[in-house]
């Protein structure tokens, strides 16, 4: 049983950056391939970072692209993302998923998932 757990969100300004971490609670995390996907209200969970099982290669969303950045500690358990010149549009619920295969952008592919934190970015 995997057990994703988040945490760093919160209410931050435009311009601002947040950390958002993710504690998985799984023997074999080096074997993971991770993502962070968002929900914001009233829309559809979308994709916005995953990282391979050994740190690389990465992937992001056009929409986050030099501002997020994704990583990762095997030896901690632990994927964070951070991010950086924060938007309005990026506040979301941000989830922390992750998939015993190879780096996904498809919500489907993942098994797992945390609960998520609100990450709020006020104008």
């Known amino acids: 049983q995997v057990q994703l757990v988040e945490s760093g969100g919160g209410l931050v300004q435009a311009g601002g950056s947040l950390r958002l971490s993710c504690a998985a609670s799984?023997?074999?995390?080096?074997?993971?391939?991770m993502g962070w996907f968002r929900r914001a209200l009233g829309k559809e969970r979308e994709f916005v970072a995953a990282?391979?099982?050994?740190?690389?290669?990465?992937s992001y969303a056009d929409s986050v692209k030099g501002r997020f950045l994704i990583s990762r500690d095997n030896a901690k358990n632990t994927v964070s993302l951070q991010m950086n010149s924060l938007k309005p549009e990026d506040t979301a619920v941000y989830f922390c998923?992750?998939?015993?295969?190879?780096?996904?952008?498809?919500?489907?592919?993942?098994?797992?998932w945390g609960q998520g934190t609100q990450v709020t970015v006020s104008s």
């Open positions: 799984v023997p074999t995390f080096s074997s993971y391939a």
């Open positions: 998923s992750a998939r015993s295969s190879v780096v996904s952008r498809r919500e489907y592919d993942y098994n797992y």
């Open positions: 990282i391979r099982w050994n740190g690389g290669p990465t």
